[in-house]
């Protein structure tokens, strides 16, 4: 089945950079990458998504990058705000189905 | 903005209780889901439902847990006799339909058993 990797576990940024989160996917069928992230107390909210018809996806500050050859695709979150503190999941997915969610990255963002 | 609700929020239950959490999907979505977290651990599948009846489900999803769509609106999650290690937060989703792949995650429910 499928196996979703996440790096890094945590990070922490000064506010005004660039966040960087990486997933790696195992199974060549998935075609669909949502990234979500999740506050405290909170259920997951998605952020961004990617198909795999495509190679970069953009909505202002966030961004998302996939590499269907290598099997990976990134977070990049640009002029980071203490908002953006939260735990990101990424998820693969055949065709928007049961998706599988790597294991989270805690970003810090520090004032 | 059209959201998925749960209820409730927080379910304290005695190990052996049945528990069902409620969920009430966005309303013009056809597929439904639930998932669980436990506390510092990523998000599993546990089974998914469209046109009233199970499409998938994981090796987490044992004969102790049933997922029912009772009226057009609620979307249930029962477990018949809980264990300790069911202790978790349940996450309803649900999507819209075949061609679309997001899907909408629900605040979840804390179930905590003694």
């Known amino acids: 089945g499928e196996n979703v990797e996440q790096h890094p576990s945590t990070l922490s940024v000064q506010e005004g950079d660039s966040a960087v989160i990486k997933c790696t996917y195992s199974?060549?069928?998935?075609?669909?990458f949502p990234w979500y992230k999740q506050e405290l107390g909170k259920g997951p909210q998605l952020i961004i998504d990617i198909r795999s018809n495509v190679g970069e996806k953009k909505d202002q500050r966030i961004a998302v990058t996939l590499n269907k050859t290598a099997k990976h695709f990134s977070l990049h979150i640009t002029e980071t705000q203490p908002e953006d503190s939260a735990v990101y999941f990424c998820a693969a997915s055949i065709n928007g189905q049961n998706f599988v969610f790597g294991p989270g990255t805690r970003l810090s963002v520090l004032p | 903005e059209p959201e998925v609700t749960q209820t409730p929020s927080h379910q304290v239950t005695q190990m052996g209780q049945e528990v069902i959490l409620r969920c009430v999907p966005i309303?013009?979505?056809?597929?439904f889901y639930w998932y669980r977290q436990i506390l510092g651990q990523k998000v599993e599948f546990l089974v998914s439902?469209?046109?009233?009846?199970?499409?998938?489900k994981s090796e987490i999803f044992d004969d102790q847990f049933s997922v029912e769509r009772p009226d057009g609106s609620n979307f249930t999650l029962k477990i018949r006799s809980t264990k300790l290690e069911d202790s978790a937060m349940y996450f309803c989703a649900s999507r819209v339909g075949p061609i679309t792949d997001t899907q909408y995650f629900g605040p979840g429910t804390r179930l905590t058993v003694l």
């Open positions: 309303s013009n979505h056809l597929y």
């Open positions: 199974d060549s069928a998935s075609n669909y």
């Open positions: 439902f469209y046109n009233n009846e199970i499409s998938e």
